[in-house]
């Protein structure tokens, strides 16, 4: 074993003594520990090193250290939910690989490591993870924050001395064309104080004979603070913070052309946010973040989205961290990967939460659309329809991950509509439930998943009344994979009906 075991505090040895001593310990194989650590990337970044304080950094720790920790999620000496949740599923022989991967990447500097920065971090947000059912209908965190990096009111709506493209009653530095908002408190997030200087972090300079030095990739790359409520209802086609790109395929593109900083919204408002594209791809308040990127404590109320896919009120394409954030009243349309708070995720939602409609036509959710990553102690209120793929909660769940998360919203759909998920592939459900009612007019209606294939759903629940043709059961409507631990109470077709309508390629367990 590695030598930095001898540097260890005595207690922790004694610990890993039973674990190292059991016969069938092999020595720890890091290549093999990187394969089974794509199940924790989402969270805890591609090598360990997360970009959000919300995750501690894996990366570099101790291999010892890491197996205690993950050994103590698991028997409930660790009580937080979410990666209680996520190292079920982990073997226990395999718990010295993954830590023997983390432990031989390198850190990064700049991320925090241990669980005392995250909780820091999470209640310098004024945030705790709590479990299902206690999320209040709006954050409630209204932490006073610095509004001295704000225009002066009084200065002319329309005036722009700096020449920068951003009027000086929008500019907190309306002399200097290098600036459009200050960090004026010196936190390292610059304060966005009205609806113009949230623009401006995607339009800056591109006004006729407007002129900046601050290029996009810079304003794309800082962090800013919400200071105040903001109404965008005097901007008539919102541009999305961050894009697609030239390839317009989101998907293709990756995260290239995302927003990459931090936004603290501290609980305010964006209200009437209105964006008619029918063409394009990613958009949202936020079109594209990155890997790097973070979204939290930020309310979008009544937003109204019109795109051609990746289309959500907050975020139209995520590939970073969205935290303690909510999309009240959305009205959200699109042909594919839909939801009324974020289109598609291939990151991290937690405490994700929405009420209003979704419409379109595949990959629909309440919350989330198009899902490759994780989504955690959410809820969505949302009536969601379309022709296929549409879940109260997520409409396609690809290799993710929804955990501790709810929705009470109808769903309909042709194919593939469930009241939390409408299709699942090689994915996984865990401790989570629906209560809306679910109809589809062609296959696989479930109550809580239409398809669930190569997929597990275990601890989970349904209540809504399901009413469908071909594979339709009160939990799920076409099972090729496992049920475990589950129920549904809600009638089928009006009558007692199957918990899972076609179960011929899948399992059911107690
Ligand atoms: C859904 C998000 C999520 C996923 C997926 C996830 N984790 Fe975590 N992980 C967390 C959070 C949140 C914490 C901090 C919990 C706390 O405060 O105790 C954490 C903490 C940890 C810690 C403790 C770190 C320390 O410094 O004490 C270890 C070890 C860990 N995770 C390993 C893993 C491994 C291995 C996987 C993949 C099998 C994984 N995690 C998947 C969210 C996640």
Redesign the pocket.
Known sequence: MTSHRIALHPLRIAIALPLLATPAVHAADAARGGQ??V??Q???GPDGNSPSP?????AG?HAE??VI??QS?RDGR?T?P??R???Q??QEGDLAD??EW?ATQKPATGTQ???AD??AALAAAGQS?GPVGTAPASTGVLASAPTSGCPDPKASPTRDRDGDGVADADDAAPRDRDEFAKDADGDGFHEICTAGQLQAIRTLGTAPGSRTALTLDQRMARNYEIVADLDLAGISNWQPIGDCGPEQSCMKAGDKYGFAGQVEGHGHAVRGLRIDRPEAGGVGLFGVVKKTGVITNIRVIDARVRAGNGAGALVGANFGTVSNAEAIGSDVYAKAAVGALVGGSAG?V?RGRATGKVGGEAALGGVIGDMRG?V?DSWADVAVSGTKGAGGLVGLNTFG?V?NSYATGPVSAVDNAGGLVGMNTDAVVENSYATGAVSGTGTNTGGLVGFNSLSKVRGSYATGAVTGKAAAGSLVGRNAGEVSQSSAAGPVNGAAGLLVGDGSAGAVVP
């Open positions: 089974i650590a199940e924790c989402a969270c805890h919300l995750f501690p950094r894996l720790q250290y890491l920790a993950m999620y660790r937080d979410i990666m949740a996520a190292i599923n982990v993954l830590a983390f490591a241990g669980t995250r909780s993870v991290t937690i994780v955690t991950r955990l």
